[in-house]
């Protein structure tokens, strides 16, 4: 049978009972696989890796050694949350690294973004090497990797290690959610007692903000567009909108316009609103926004952000436009 096949049998995980199940079931196959040797994994805070850190550690404790890198490209309070649910909730055994000014150094004045996303994938793999070179014991490497995941690169991804670690480092891998989908992957979530913040937590690019501070980052840009994106989030989180809206988030362009602030003309950047609805990131629709939620927003951002003067929404649906600007 191949183990990256999910069995035709293999009843869709949709209630606790079923996830409780799968748990167990799991934690089982862990055990026997990883015996008492150490594991290594990446946990960036998302969906993924938030559920096979929670299932690891029920597993095998602290045998697991997660590594959160923050790349200084986080959304506001998401790092903050990595070691408040892990580290401290959970008692897991957390590396936790601030990579901020190696990061934001390399990216200073790329304004490509190709270049931007080869700079900030190439970087986290050197970081996770050499964290692995300094740790004793590693014989295993846990990914998130979801059966989508295998689906779209034919088997490819379930292969291979983090893309791009050197060959003296090739670790045997932990999988425990390879056969789920993403909607079962968040049942587990939540049975195995992640904060709904984390569980249902909307699509976030592995560059962050990287690539929603558009053009060549600066310090002052990104960290205005963080502040601009948690607004957002915070009404959408008020209105219900989050639970309705498949990805929201705010883009902010390298470009200045004239603006007024206390009776004097200033420059300042738009934040730009993105809004869509999806089925399969393939086509996306426009979500309608009511405009007292936009106002409110626009008001809000335009008084508690510095440096931004402006906010605009993008009408454009995919295809014309793809759901990120970069």
């Given at each position: 049978m191949?183990?990256?096949?999910?069995?035709?049998?293999?009843?869709?995980?949709?209630?606790?009972?079923?996830?409780?199940?799968?748990?167990?079931?799991?934690?089982?196959?862990v055990r026997e696989q990883v015996g008492s040797k150490k594991v290594l994994l990446a946990l960036s805070g998302g969906v993924d890796s938030s559920v096979v850190a929670a299932l690891l550690i029920k597993a095998i404790g602290k045998q697991l050694v997660c590594v959160h890198v923050n790349h200084g490209l986080m959304r506001k309070g998401e790092s903050e949350q990595v070691?408040?649910?892990?580290?401290?909730?959970?008692?897991?055994?957390l590396v936790y690294i601030d990579a901020t000014d190696r990061y934001l150094s390399k990216l200073e004045g790329v304004s490509s973004p190709e270049e931007k996303r080869k700079i900030i994938g190439a970087e986290f793999i050197r970081i996770f090497e050499e964290e692995a070179r300094g740790l004793e014991g590693i014989e295993f490497l846990a990914q998130g990797t979801i059966y989508p995941d295998i689906i779209e690169s034919d088997g490819v991804k379930a292969h291979h290690n983090v893309g791009g670690l050197p060959e003296d480092l090739q670790f045997e891998l932990v999988e425990p959610v390879k056969l789920l989908y993403k909607d079962e992957v968040r049942e587990v979530g939540r049975a195995l007692g992640l904060p709904s913040s984390m569980v249902d937590r909307?699509?976030?690019?592995?560059?962050?903000?990287?690539?929603r501070c558009l053009g060549a980052i600066t310090r002052d840009r990104l960290e205005a567009l963080r502040?601009?994106?948690?607004?957002?989030?915070?009404?959408?989180?008020?209105?219900?909108?989050s639970k309705t809206v498949w990805q929201y988030f705010i883009a902010v362009p390298d470009v200045k316009s004239v603006g007024v602030k206390d009776g004097k003309r200033y420059e300042g950047w738009p934040a730009i609103i993105r809004a869509v609805n999806t089925t399969d990131a393939m086509t996306a629709t426009i979500e309608e926004i009511p405009y007292a939620l936009l106002h409110r927003i626009t008001d809000r951002i335009t008084k508690e952000v510095e440096g931004i003067n402006r906010v605009c929404y993008d009408l454009t649906p995919k295809p014309v436009g793809t759901i990120e600007w970069e």
């Open positions: 191949n183990p990256n096949k999910r069995p035709d049998d293999m009843k869709r995980i949709t209630t606790r009972e079923l996830a409780n199940a799968f748990i167990d079931e799991q934690i089982k196959a070691i408040d649910v892990f580290e401290k909730g959970l008692g897991a055994n909307q699509p976030f690019p592995g560059p962050g903000l990287g690539v502040e601009a994106d948690a607004i957002l989030r915070e009404e959408f989180e008020n209105s219900g909108l």
